[in-house]
């Protein structure tokens, strides 16, 4: 089992940067691969990017390649996501989500946080 805590949600202006973070604790994150989902209101949610448990595989949504970096310390049962050039439709609450598989995915997750809420305004 494992709990998780998303932190660094807030109001940007289009164009800016928000880093986002999630605390692991529980069994030691580094055990499992670690994801951010995003959901918009409306919408469903949807896969945003991923990263392997040593920190070397990384995989990203078409919608956020070249803008966002997914990193993790294992050190620190942390995992980040930096966002840059953000636009108005990376609005959502943005979720962190924990994998017990050594193979990265979009889906499958089984464990999650609550949730932080990112807005840009236009």
């Known amino acids: 089992q494992v709990q998780l805590v998303e932190s660094g949600g807030g109001l940007v202006q289009a164009g800016g940067s928000l880093r986002l973070s999630c605390a692991a604790s529980?069994?030691?994150?580094?055990?499992?691969?670690m994801g951010w989902f995003r959901q918009a209101p409306g919408k469903e949610r949807e896969f945003v990017a991923a990263?392997?448990?040593?920190?070397?595989?990384?995989n990203y949504a078409d919608s956020v390649k070249g803008r966002f970096t997914i990193s993790r310390d294992n050190a620190k049962n942390t995992v980040s996501l930096q966002m840059n050039s953000l636009k108005p439709e990376d609005t959502a609450v943005y979720y962190c989500?924990?994998?017990?598989?050594?193979?990265?995915?979009?889906?499958?997750?089984?464990?999650w946080g609550q949730g932080t809420q990112v807005t840009v305004s236009s």
């Open positions: 989500a924990a994998r017990a598989s050594i193979a990265l995915s979009t889906g499958n997750y089984d464990y």
């Open positions: 529980g069994r030691t994150s580094s055990n499992y691969v």
């Open positions: 990263i392997g448990r040593s920190g070397l595989l990384k």
